[in-house]
């Protein structure tokens, strides 16, 4: 798998890496750009918003849970109602007379989360309780759908609007109250918005019906306890919502399409709900209906008004009007500012630079470092948007600068990677243009240490060198003696590798090359015999034609053996070195300082000879330099180019004897 990697970063073009090496911010700024064309397709193809109200859940779980609602009260026709009472919908003088119950304990206002459709022989009776002194809001049903049109009752509560305002919902059918029960001028909608999963999140503040406007059963409550004239008013500040609904001393949001959103902040276990059974039957403690607002519904499993919500159970219809009504008591109805894409940018841009900064800090741990640092940001998008919901009232959403910084660390991530890996292939490259690449590999992979890593074996050593090199140089420029280093070294390294051998050390003008040692090689001592032959023959004629007296011709000695050999790092951790030793590296250095005394370019020794005695010239018994016991020399004869200045005397020797 590494093997693999490697080759692919090794196609990587050169310029390419050089960019990632040198320039790395280039690469973080495009890894963020991909990251916001990413974020912005996610928005286009797939509704972001959805998740946060999703989302918003948890959000309302964390609002004050301890928090109560006395203004308003639910009386909720409950099970308990419809076992003392009888099966619903109740007769309407049933009903009527829960009204005159309310009237006598004092209420200000009624609001009734019930429909009245057609007529009833208690409608008489239903009508007179509607005509109280105390304000009664009846409710009434919009269908926004074009199929089908049903047109029941008569519909009340119109707004006085010249025309059908901008943000309003059109409707095309209507459930109305029957038309003998029009004596109350008060009526609201209570028409949901169902999202996907089935809760309810938003109402129609305004529905426009035959170019007449109506509004939301809350609304139309507050209208009729307030009696104001309701005005519509465009938001001006990044921060105020599209649209501004003024009753009286309130001030509701409301969206561009009309829509007033539900809070939830209001824990259920806050509503005060007293069944009807008990108002009814006189059991109603008259302290808590005094002055309070009244919300009439049912909630009983056969009333079928369950709906879901944020809140996380369903609960009556009757509780997302007592929620609204709360809020907009309160000042505090949520609603998205016309500036809010500018928090997502905002929250974008912050957590972009949150990442980058953790990147810089710690760049050798950005698989680490930049998943927590995106974690973090996550959470605290999350919380301060929650904190601006709960106590600014602002819905801004989350969801869109969370999935940027999901993007944003994956991409900076990979980004990282990838120039990291650039990185370390070029390192290993460089390590490996001065160390074999099996050694190069090993280093690689090893934590530094001052013990000897070294490995025993069996193996072929070739010694070459450049006799008569030191004189060369001598009044040359270096760039000329350099070039003739390169091309030899060049050369040289190219026959060794193509024979299955290793450049183990380029020391001065010499080389040291093994088969057998850092890789394996079978058949080594016979390759290495080849390779020495090519390598006279190839270097040879490469070597500069220049001789006199004083400047000596330059000329090629290799020797080479076969025997145990020592190859590894020796020295300090903070200073290591690579090297080979053994007898058979000792041998071969010695025979090709022989080479130019026996006028012989290759000199191999009695091991490596016995691989192919027959290509092998026996010249005789040496002892060589630094031996205590006499060796076997043979000679691998060679055939001398046209044109070649045979060296038959070492110059550096002699010009060392003479002195």
Known sequence: MIDHLRGIF????????????????????????AATVLTLLATSLSDLSQWDELSAGLSWRMADQQATERRIVVVDIDEKSIQAIGAWPWPRARQAELLEKLDQAGVSLKILDILFDGPSPDDARLSEALASAVPTVMAQLFSLSPEPAVHSGQLAGALPFVACPQPAERAYGYMANDVQLSTSPFAGHITPLVDPDGAIRQVPALICHDGRTYASLAIAGVIAASQSIPELHPGVALLDPPWWLDLGGLRLPIDGAGHLRVSYQMPRAGLLAI???????????????????????ATAFGARDAIPTPQGRAVSGVEVHAQLLS?????????????????????GGLSALLLLVALRLTPRSAALVLPMVALTNLLVIFGLSTLLLLKQHLWLGWVAPGVFTVFAAMLLSAGEFARLRCERE?????????????????????????????TRCEATVLHADLRNFSAYCSGRPPEETAMVLHLFFTTASRIVEA????????????????????????????????????????????????ASRHVPPLDLGIGVETGTVLIGSFGPAARRTHAVLGEAVTIATRLQALTGELAHPILIGSVVADTDPERTHRLGDFLLAGMTEPRTVYAIPVKYPKGHLRLVFDAEGEQQTSG
């Open 10 to 33: 090794r196609r990587i073009p050169p310029a390419f890496t050089a960019g990632l090496l040198q320039k790395p911010a280039r690469l973080r700024l495009a890894a963020l750009f």
């Open 275 to 297: 069944p009807a059974a008990d108002v009814l039957q006189g059991r109603a403690p008259v302290d808590l209906l005094q002055g309070a607002w009244v919300l009439v519904g």
């Open 499 to 546: 024979h299955g051998g290793v450049v183990e050390q380029m020391v001065g003008d010499s080389l040291l090359a093994v088969w057998n040692g850092s890789a394996p090689c079978a058949g080594h001592g016979a390759r290495a015999l080849d390779a020495a032959e090519e390598l006279w023959r190839v270097c040879t004629p490469q070597l500069p034609r220049i």
């Open 327 to 347: 809020a907009m008591l309160d000042d505090r109805t949520p609603y998205r500012p016309r500036g809010a894409a500018l928090w997502s940018w905002l929250l």
């Open 426 to 454: 070029r390192l290993y490259s460089h390590l490996a243009s001065y160390l074999p690449e099996p050694v190069a590999r090993q280093v690689a992979t090893q934590e530094p240490c001052a013990q000897v890593r070294a």
